[in-house]
Nanobody
């Protein structure tokens, strides 16, 4: 049974930084981060392919957020810098989004004020 364990959310002032972590059991092909603000749909933030590090970002976070991976730990990270109030959301980690058996993390709250 694949599980994802997220950590690293919290409250931070505008312009501050947070680092999210997501550890997966097993060996994922691709992992990513989504966010969901109150009353909004869940939307993609960043993705990374574990085998070669190929990655992608949603336009609003380019230059501020960095996704990275540690294959030895089957873990991905999301370094979030220059945080803005509009980044406030629950952040979810997802494993193998395009697969039938994709797995989502429990979500971690990020609040910027």
């Amino acid at each position: 049974h694949v599980q994802l364990v997220e950590s690293g959310g919290g409250s931070v002032e505008v312009g501050g930084s947070l680092r999210l972590s997501c550890a997966s059991s097993g060996s994922p092909y691709c992992m990513g981060w989504f966010c969901q603000a109150p009353g909004e749909q869940r939307e993609g933030v960043a993705t990374i392919r574990m085998i070669d590090g190929s990655l992608g970002y949603e336009d609003s976070v380019k230059g501020r957020f960095t996704i990275s991976r540690d294959n030895a730990k089957d873990t991905v990270y999301l370094q979030m810098n220059s945080l803005k109030p509009e980044d406030t959301a629950v952040y979810y980690c997802v494993r193998d989004l395009d697969a039938q058996d994709n797995v989502w993390g429990q979500g971690t709250q990020v609040t910027v004020s």
